[in-house]
Each structure stands twice: as C-alpha cells, then as structure tokens.
C-alpha cells in the first residue's frame, strides 16, 4: 500500500506541477521580457498558471504535511480520552495516524479537491501581483519550499500564514532572475506595481528576497551563485 502512496505521490506532482514548469517559466520569460508590456502580470493565461503552481506547490510543502499529522495527532488524544478501547486498539490508531503517507494521501485528496483549488486560485488572482527583476550581480536563491509566505502583522514566516489569508505577502522565485511577488490588496506597493515590473538593483534589496527563501525552507536552498548565499553564511 505504501509503495502505491509514494507512486501516486510523485506520480501526481509530476503531471500536475513539475510537468508544466517549464513551459510557465518560459512563457513568463517572454511576456516580461517584451518592453511593449507595461504590465507583463496582466496576461490573465500566465497569471493562471502560476497561480495553480503556487497553490500546488504550497500544499506539497512538509509543515503542511507536518501541521495535518500535528492537528490529527491531537485530535486521537482527546478522542481516546473518552474511548473504553483496549491498549492494542490503541496503539492500532496511533500507529495509522502516525505514519506520514496516511498525511500524504491527505494532502493529495485536498489538491484534488477543484472546488478548493478554484476558492484559492480566485482568492490569489484577485491579489495584487508584481514581477521582481533581479538586475544585481547576485542571483535570487530558491529553497525545498519556494512558495515564501510573510504575514506583516504577526512577522511570523512559513506555511502556518496561509495562502489564502488577507495579510500576507507571498513570493515565489521563478529563475535566478524573476521573483512573482504577491501582496495583499491594502498594500501600497501591491497599488503601485500591480503586474508591473519591480526592477532589483541593490544587493540589500534582494537579500531580504533571498532571506525569505531561507527561513521557509525545510533542508535545503539552491542557487546558480554561491556567492549570492556568502551574506547568510
């Protein structure tokens, strides 16, 4: 059974979102790098495209994962509380809500859920959007949860925010050289760039990008420059 959890896991994150990378980064590439458009985001395909790779993305991420298996975990307690079940009977339940694919297949039930995925998607679309072009000597980094979620009112970082929620910023680096930035609608410079590009020319600039990236991940960060890391280091 796990073996066949593990094959629709990877299997599903290949066609629904590793699949179709590519061709969004590409598609972006060319519709920022028109200078005809003053507003490259505005393009409603693009936008669509990234908008489900940050929702698929968000909801692949292990603190997610994590938080499912926390929330049920907790929920058992109280539960067995008030159960007359046999010590095995317990143990039985602990051991299924412990085992992290029973949280996997979760997380790949809520993905497939499109009622859910087109709330998100209308929620993220109807945000202000930017796209960060990075014009420094330095590269934007990308970590093992690139989906970077900052809420400004409580300066707490990570999935716990919410993607949905009203006072978070979200970015998601796309290449070395773009990052989608996406504000809350009361946000003067969501107002002020809204699908516009934001031109990157100071290193202090896009090491509070980079920091983001940095403070999400989980294990890892990758970067075409090492030396854009040397700051963290």
């Avoid at 060319?30 to 003053?38: A, N, S």
């Avoid at 490259?40 to 698929?56: E, F, G, H, R």
Wanted: proline letters at 3%; charged letters at 30%; glycine letters at 2%.
């Amino acid at each position: 059974m796990k073996i066949n959890l593990i094959f629709n896991w990877e299997e599903f994150y290949s066609k629904r979102t590793d699949d179709i990378i590519p061709e969004t980064i590409n598609l972006l590439e060319k519709t920022v790098e028109l200078r005809c458009i003053e507003r490259p985001l505005s393009d409603k395909k693009l936008k669509s495209k990234l908008a489900n790779l940050i929702i698929s993305l968000t909801l692949r991420n292990p603190q997610r994962i994590f938080s499912l298996e926390k929330q049920h975990i907790d929920n058992l307690n109280q539960l067995l509380e008030n159960l007359l079940i046999s010590e095995n009977e317990k143990n039985s339940l602990y051991n299924k809500f412990s085992d992290n694919m029973f949280y996997k297949e979760l997380a790949l039930e809520s993905i497939n859920d499109l009622k859910m995925i087109r709330i998100y998607e209308e929620i993220i679309l109807n945000r202000k959007w930017a796209i960060c072009v990075n014009k420094t000597n330095k590269k934007f980094i990308i970590g093992d949860n690139p989906i970077a979620i900052y809420n400004f009112i409580n300066k707490r970082y990570g999935i716990y925010n919410g993607i949905a929620r009203r006072d978070t910023v979200i970015t998601f680096p796309i290449t070395p050289e773009y990052t989608i930035i996406i504000f809350p609608n009361e946000y003067i410079w969501g107002k002020v760039y809204r699908d516009k590009r934001i031109i990157i020319e100071k290193e202090n600039d896009l090491n509070i990008l980079n920091s983001l990236q940095i403070l999400c991940a989980e294990r890892q960060i990758y970067t075409k420059d090492k030396s854009s890391l040397d700051i963290f280091l």
